[in-house]
């Protein structure tokens, strides 16, 4: 990492504890705000977080990997979670699972080399009168068909 | 194309009726705490969560408990598969879920609501701190509410994709920055919750009761659904039928009455409660929904003669082995032996002996595991085994479609 980038990260998270305050319960907003805004929380920014709440970083990483939308290791600028649930099982996701794959020539768990997209899998998300159901970032969309899955995600800068 | 907030015109006796935003708290306020305290044990209003505690109970305990500063929670974090009435309800009736908020907060004497929404419906986000925002603007939230001396608001913190952190104790840790693992109990979230505080911790659903209890009183509401289940109860209907969604239906509501309203044809199985709930066959049908029968949150899953309820109940341990958080054996190890068990049936790859044993262990995980989790995760195994044997245990099982 850069110094100059390890600076602006390192203010980053100076200006989140002043919103979030430094207590201990600031931790998860602290984490999910460098996740959104970095697609992941390198060792790095852990060891700035742990610093500015007064924890020990081990405390920090036992947070970041217990939670599966919080991660160590860097990932695709757009971050796909297809739901693999029963209900949404049962109702196509197999199809779209398969068109996906094939549109991107990468399987899940895995990111694009151009680092566009990262595929995962996820549990239930709440929308299984409207499956299959796959969530992009913060947003879902629901009623998938091969095609409007892979039309969705040709979309993703 | 992305899920935004939209409202639908929905029906109900309760929940979906008319109501205003507001009309809840300025009648509580009116009422006061002892009166609130008495319609909510009068209208006999138990936990929509799942556990079904009284609600009046737990709002005594925590107004009982001496402290300087005590918190209501909103759990909204709905991981249960098949469950999605809460979205409904924070993104159609955001009303009733905050005005249930503060009038929680006011009668336990809370200064502060906290809502743990999943991250997954971060999607809504927006819009709720839009709508708290107005509720500020009308004096239904911060200093001095509707001109009273009463003090209260409602910050919302995302979950991050774990779905023990549902779990009150667990919610809780996750709250103080933590990993989501329960805790030990007692003690009770009710004397010792966020930050060691007394917290009442309540479902979407509990807390969107509240007002309309309130307005149109206790014996109102108990007088709808049975004795010991009163009240409506919104079931979250999915899988193989023609109108899924989510239904306002009096407790007392029949399985095959629910499958008829749903338009379900050719159904073989109904998943009650979620991947933590059990399967009924078509035997079981005429069953009731309610704490009398079969208590539950309110997932009902369909699933018709076509599927293979090997391929089901295999989803539904990997769901467990997933989402357990690991800190006791009795899950961390149970689910992994439960789900090996499905796969060597699915391969015909076992003994009835081994089979056997793995349904006791399932009970030991009943009973020994340290959270709901790990205690309701083999319902699903045992009562998937014991009600669908011929189709499961049948060598000539054709796979299904699952597709
Ligand atoms: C694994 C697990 C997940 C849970 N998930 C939820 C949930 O998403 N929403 C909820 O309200 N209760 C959930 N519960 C139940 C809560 O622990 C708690 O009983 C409930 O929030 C209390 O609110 P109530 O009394 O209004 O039902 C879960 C319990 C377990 C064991
Ligand atoms: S039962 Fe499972 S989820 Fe609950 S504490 Fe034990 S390991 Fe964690
Ligand atoms: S099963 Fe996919 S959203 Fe519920």
Known sequence: ?157 | MTTKIRKTQRQGAILFSQYKRGEGIKKALELGRENILFELKTSKLKGRGGAGFPTSTKWMLTAAAKAEEKFIVCNADEGEPGTFKDRVLLTEYPELVFDGMVIGGYTIGAKKGLVYLRGEYEFMLADLEIYLEQMREDKLLGDKILGTDFNFDIEIRLGAGAYVCGEETALIESLEGNRGEARNRPPYPVNTGYNKRPTSVNNVETLASVPHILLKGGKWYSSHGTDKSSGSKLFSVSGDCDKPGVYELPWGTKIKDLLKLAGAKNTKAVQVGGASGICLPESQFERTLGYEDIATGGSIMIFNKDRDMVKILKNFMEFFVEESCGQCTPCRIGNVKLLEGVEMIERDNYTFAYINELKELGKSMQIASKCGLGQSSPNSFISILDNFKDEVFNTKRNGGNNG
Do not use: W
């Open chain 1, 1 to 157: 990492m850069l110094v100059t980038e390890k600076n602006s990260l390192a203010q980053e998270i100076e200006e989140l504890c002043k919103s979030y305050g430094s207590d201990r319960s600031a931790l998860l907003p602290i984490l999910q705000a460098i996740q959104k805004n970095h697609k992941y929380i390198s060792d790095f920014a852990q060891q700035e977080i742990a610093r500015m709440l007064d924890i020990h970083p081990v405390e920090v990483y036992s947070v970041v990997s217990f939670y599966t939308f919080l991660h160590s290791e860097p990932k695709g600028r757009n971050i796909v979670r297809l739901c693999r649930t029963i209900v949404c099982d049962i109702s196509g996701k197999d199809l779209v699972e398969n068109a996906i794959t094939r549109e991107l020539g990468i399987k899940f768990g895995e990111t694009t080399k151009d680092k566009r997209i990262t595929l995962e899998y996820t549990n239930c998300l709440g929308m299984c009168d409207q499956g299959p159901a796959m969530m992009i970032n913060d947003n879902i969309y629901t009623q998938l068909t091969p095609e409007k899955a892979v039309k969705i995600l040709n979309e993703l800068k």
